[in-house]
């Protein structure tokens, strides 16, 4: 069982940074491949950015890349995500994810991810 707890969230100026964490609890985190999603309103659930078991590798949405950045912790069981230059469009509540199962591999879709958090609320005026 692992349990996500997200924070970092709050309103930016366009063109601001914020950073997001996601602390886990729960011993399969080091294992567990973890992604980070969007969901604006009225829209569908999003995957913004992924990262591996091993931190080794990463995988971002084209909308997202040259702005954001994933890592994580796994001593800390804590997965970041470090948001760049950032655009009116990108307000929606994030979330973090974790997979149980997968092989520490990364995932694109929501389905293929077996815990979440409750998200946090990200909005960037213009």
């Known amino acids: 069982q692992v349990q996500l707890v997200e924070s970092g969230g709050g309103l930016v100026q366009a063109g601001g940074s914020l950073r997001l964490s996601c602390a886990a609890s729960?011993?399969?985190?080091?294992?567990?491949?973890m992604g980070w999603f969007r969901q604006a309103p009225g829209k569908e659930r999003e995957f913004v950015a992924g990262?591996?078991?091993?931190?080794?590798?990463?995988y971002y949405a084209d909308s997202v890349k040259g702005r954001f950045t994933i890592s994580r912790d796994n001593p800390k069981n804590t997965v970041y995500l470090q948001m760049n230059s950032l655009k009116p469009e990108d307000t929606a509540v994030y979330y973090c994810?974790?997979?149980?199962?997968?092989?520490?591999?990364?995932?694109?879709?929501?389905?293929?991810?077996?815990?979440w958090g409750q998200g946090t609320q990200v909005t960037v005026s213009s």
């Open positions: 994810g974790a997979r149980r199962s997968g092989w520490g591999i990364v995932a694109f879709t929501t389905g293929a991810y077996d815990y």
């Open positions: 729960g011993r399969t985190f080091s294992s567990s491949a």
């Open positions: 990262v591996s078991w091993s931190g080794g590798s990463t």
